[in-house]
């Protein structure tokens, strides 16, 4: 997409954080579009490895995780902007443009989500979206991810997604724990 348009010049491309980190040092680049899910070493430490070596680029994410447990450590690790991977084309091209100008670019979802962390009273957690609180219901009457995604007519992609997202707003690491906090707190029926 990048390298057919004449306002930028694709100076490399990498398959995991090493290879990353080598890159940028062998060609100087002044934007990095970085993935956060990355095998070998993930964005947010390829990130932080690149500022500790003393690299001028700016690192902008993209990437399709907008939890907050995946937006503060990027953020904190030196990122200038952080989109996700629907963004359209010409919204990464602005993008790709105002952070080699050094300005901060971040999705709307990320911006809102920020604001909200923010204005949040403390200690208060996100509370879960409509959809997530339906995957949830279908996980703990042990539907699988597929049978989920049928019975509410999304991709089985999309109902991982939806329970990343549940699982860091609920503070959990997998499906189990994440039904087991959703019932302590109310959230899904007992039926």
Known sequence: MFAGDDRFTVLGEAGDGREALA????????????DLRMPVLDGVSTIRSLKAGGSAA???VLTTYDTDSDVLPAIKAGATGYLLKDAPREDLFRAVVAAHRGESVLSPSVAGRLMGRLRAPAGEKEPLSQRELEVLT???RGCSNRETAGKL????????THL?????????????????????????GRD
Not at 153 to 160: L, P, Q, R
Not at 168 to 173: D, E, I, P, T, Y
């Open 153 to 160: 007519f999304i991709s089985e992609a999309t109902v991982k």
């Open 138 to 140: 279908l996980i703990a």
């Open 164 to 188: 990343l997202h549940a699982y860091a707003k609920l503070g959990v690491r997998d499906r189990a724990a994440a039904v087991a906090a959703a019932f302590e707190r109310g959230l899904l």
């Open 58 to 60: 700016r690192v902008l």
């Open 23 to 34: 890159v940028a040092a062998a060609v100087a680049p002044d934007v990095i579009l970085m």
